[in-house]
């Protein structure tokens, strides 16, 4: 009966991604209008009578609150204009002309509040500067601070009605020739000295990095990536339970070789270790598409990822699960698995068995479903054992260049 309970269970966790990546589908585009983007520029495409306007796909939020832009060229008026609109923002209106929308605008350095009069806010800006905006930690309910700087000085700050979630990062222009570049994964941080904002790092949601930057949500790999001895790893503070029990990355940027792991793994696993190669881990690698659980040798199970996918792990947990959390967990199998007579992927081929000190280890007899996903859909899963003190969140890294934006809550809210 427990088996069918957990079929049921699956198919309906099953049913709520989907939701959740049909929702984004939707949701989460970018919308533009007179204007051409290249990558991360934007130049404007009209005739100079009619505003163009860009909306963001993602509203700003408390895990990454700010975002700017620097101006490549003013173009004949310098018309730009940079703050936040509701995503359904009537695109032929500069940022800040309509209702529960706010704007710096750089030829006159005034502050559009929802209105097509603009008050004296701050300084023009001219090319080669940088506009940034956000959000503070400081709003109030039903009320929300938002800020703009200057080449990283504050500006000015401004109250104005309704919820992060509710705006979206806009830019609009109204002249040939105006071009900018959009950076919506900025950080802003200044010391109290200077009694500004300091924007959250997110370090607090990492209880080990070894070889990985954090900044806000997003991970770097700042290791040597000469190696399978150069992995970089991030492990959370908090085991998946009952309430968390899914997180995801997205793959911003590959690096080299996208050597990008993602799983679960115990809280003393090793730090030279990616996820899945040592016991009491199991993950899914990007680069390959294999699965790797607690052995240097990887199971064919989905498929590769790749810049721009959003990769998921979670776990399907029985009825009457407890964490039983000691202080000094153990490290445990995920299974019992044969050893391989060769390595398959030859990434692998000089790795090392681990020491024989960790063979004989106690089991935790408590099992549970950890499944993954690629873009909403569930690639598979796998019935493993749980590590004493539970199973943390754990990503690997091992190739210059490579980033992940990671969302350790996202079926929350």
């Not at 929300?144 to 509710?166: I, R, W």
């Not at 070789?257 to 730090?271: E, F, V």
């Not at 019935?383 to 980033?403: D, Q």
Request: aromatic content about 8%.
């Amino acid at each position: 009966m427990e088996d069918i309970n957990l079929h049921y269970r699956f198919l309906n966790w099953r049913r709520r991604i989907r939701e959740i990546r049909d929702v984004r589908a939707v949701r989460y585009r970018d919308r533009i209008k007179r204007m051409l983007r290249d990558g991360d520029c934007l130049r404007y495409h009209g005739n100079s009578d009619e505003v163009g306007c860009f909306v963001a796909a993602r509203p700003l939020s408390k895990r990454n609150r700010y975002f700017e832009v620097t101006i490549i060229d003013t173009g004949v008026r310098g018309m730009i204009a940079v703050g936040l609109v509701p995503h359904n923002y009537k695109l032929d209106h500069q940022p800040g002309w309509l209702p529960n929308s706010v704007a710096f605008h750089a030829d006159d350095g005034k502050l559009y509040n929802g209105n097509t009069v603009g008050q004296q806010f701050g300084p023009k800006c001219c090319r080669g500067d940088r506009i940034g905006c956000g959000i503070s930690l400081d709003s109030d309910d039903g009320q929300l601070v938002v800020f703009f700087t200057k080449n990283g000085k504050d500006v000015g700050s401004v109250e104005v009605p309704g919820s992060p979630e509710a705006l979206f990062p806009a830019v609009g222009m109204h002249s040939l020739g105006e071009e900018v570049l959009l950076d919506l994964n900025a950080e802003w941080g200044m010391d109290d000295d200077d009694g500004q904002m300091i924007v959250d790092t997110h370090e607090e949601d990492w209880a080990r990095l070894h070889g990985v930057k954090v900044t806000g949500t997003l991970l770097e790999y700042i290791g040597k990536g000469k190696g399978i001895e150069d992995v970089g790893l991030a492990q959370a503070v908090r085991p998946l339970n009952t309430r968390f029990h899914y997180y995801e990355l997205e793959i911003t940027d590959a690096g080299e070789k996208c050597y990008i792991a993602l799983g679960l793994a115990r809280r003393d696993y090793p730090k030279n270790r990616h996820p899945g190669w040592s016991r009491g881990s199991i993950a899914y690698h990007a680069d390959d598409g294999k699965l790797f659980q607690g052995s240097g040798v990887g199971d064919a199970f989905g498929p590769r990822c790749f810049e721009g996918d959003i990769m998921g792990c979670g776990i399907m947990f029985p009825r009457d699960y407890s964490l039983d959390a000691g202080d000094d967990p153990e490290d445990v199998d995920l299974e019992a698995r044969p050893k391989p007579r060769q390595v398959q992927n030859e990434l692998y081929a000089n790795y090392e068995d681990e020491d024989e000190e960790d063979e004989g280890e106690e089991m935790d007899t408590t099992k549970v479903t950890v499944f993954f996903t690629r873009n909403g859909k569930v690639v598979g899963r796998r019935e493993v054992a749980v590590p004493l003190g539970g199973f943390f969140p754990t990503i690997g890294m091992m190739s210059s260049g490579e980033k992940v934006r990671v969302d350790l809550h996202p079926l929350s809210g």
